[in-house]
């Protein structure tokens, strides 16, 4: 995973509204396409940033291919932010 990759991935609102559509569990991409009013390849085009950025995974069953979050790495982006940021409670007993 590049961090670069992965804030390319999120900076578009297609692709961070199919994040939160993939929260509530794996969903196809017929289901994925559903909530937009845009065409397969173009759902298709986000699903693959998406998935080059390791964000979510897909898992093939039969002719249907599911997507599923990765949460793993949203953690580890969380965590780099966090420790950017820094412990707010950490500052205040160094000074």
């Known amino acids: 995973m590049s961090f670069a990759d992965t804030f390319k991935a999120l900076s578009d609102p297609v692709r961070r509204e199919i994040l939160q559509l993939l929260k509530q569990g794996r969903l196809s991409a017929g289901e994925i396409a559903s909530n937009f009013a ?9 699903l693959s940033i998406l998935k080059k950025a ?14 599923e ?11 780099w932010l966090s420790e950017l ?6 500052e205040k007993t160094e000074n």
Not at 54 to 67: C, K, M, P, S, V
Not at 69 to 79: D, G
């Open 85 to 90: 940021k820094g412990d707010s409670s950490d």
């Open 38 to 46: 845009m065409t397969g390849a173009t759902i298709s085009y986000h």
């Open 69 to 79: 979050l990765n949460a793993s790495v949203l953690e580890e982006i969380m965590l």
């Open 54 to 67: 390791d964000l979510i995974f897909e898992t093939r069953e039969g002719t249907y291919i599911y997507y």
